[in-house]
């Protein structure tokens, strides 16, 4: 009976640290402004994928002031637009929830905004240890994380 209850506990362990988010050894950390943008691989997106980002860029246009066209470009350039934008979604969702519990200010966006880029890739513990909080308290940056329920998504970049 011992034999067969330290068999489970194992076999649990074993599925735990199994399905924990670390990362591979593949996976690096990169600097965004060292991530050059690739090369366009849709000719256009889809009108739903076009009035996906349109939303998402509503949600987020007080943090990313890129234009709607920008937007669009740099998902052209993804070689799976519809995981990227389901990510997306996944932020401004986060974030608007975020928002609209209590007010908050440009510099807490601004912070909100990076913290849900980072943990779009990583979990809620390295995203908490490798973003550098500027305006919002550890609590904040607690609550924000529990509004993202998206697995990690690392984004993927080729070399050239």
């Given at each position: 009976?011992?034999?067969?209850?330290?068999?489970?506990?194992?076999?649990?362990?074993?599925?735990?640290?199994?399905?924990?988010?670390?990362?591979s050894?593949?996976?690096?950390?990169?600097?965004?402004?060292?991530?050059?943008?690739?090369?366009?691989?849709?000719?256009?997106?889809?009108?739903?994928?076009?009035?996906?980002?349109?939303?998402?860029?509503?949600?987020?246009?007080?943090?990313?002031?890129?234009?709607?066209?920008?937007?669009?470009?740099?998902?052209?350039?993804?070689?799976?637009?519809?995981?990227?934008?389901?990510?997306?979604?996944?932020?401004?969702?986060?974030?608007?929830?975020?928002?609209?519990?209590?007010?908050?200010?440009?510099?807490?966006?601004?912070?909100?905004?990076?913290?849900?880029?980072?943990?779009?890739?990583?979990?809620?513990?390295?995203?908490?240890r490798?973003?550098?909080?500027?305006?919002?308290?550890?609590?904040?940056?607690?609550?924000?994380?529990?509004?993202?329920?998206?697995?990690?998504?690392?984004?993927?970049?080729?070399?050239?």
């Amino acid at each position: 009976m011992f034999a067969r209850l330290h068999f489970q506990i194992l076999a649990v362990l074993f599925f735990a640290l199994a399905s924990c988010d670390r990362p591979s050894p593949s996976t690096q950390r990169t600097k965004t402004q060292d991530i050059e943008a690739g090369p366009l691989r849709h000719d256009s997106l889809t009108p739903q994928q076009v009035d996906r980002l349109r939303a998402i860029q509503a949600v987020l246009a007080e943090v990313d002031t890129n234009p709607l066209e920008k937007w669009i470009d740099d998902f052209r350039r993804d070689v799976n637009p519809d995981r990227e934008i389901s990510i997306y979604e996944a932020i401004a969702q986060a974030y608007q929830t975020f928002c609209a519990s209590r007010p908050r200010t440009k510099a807490q966006k601004q912070d909100a905004y990076g913290l849900l880029i980072e943990r779009s890739g990583t979990t809620d513990y390295n995203a908490l240890r490798n973003y550098k909080l500027k305006a919002l308290t550890p609590s904040e940056a607690y609550e924000l994380l529990g509004y993202y329920t998206k697995s990690a998504e690392p984004i993927q970049v080729f070399e050239k």
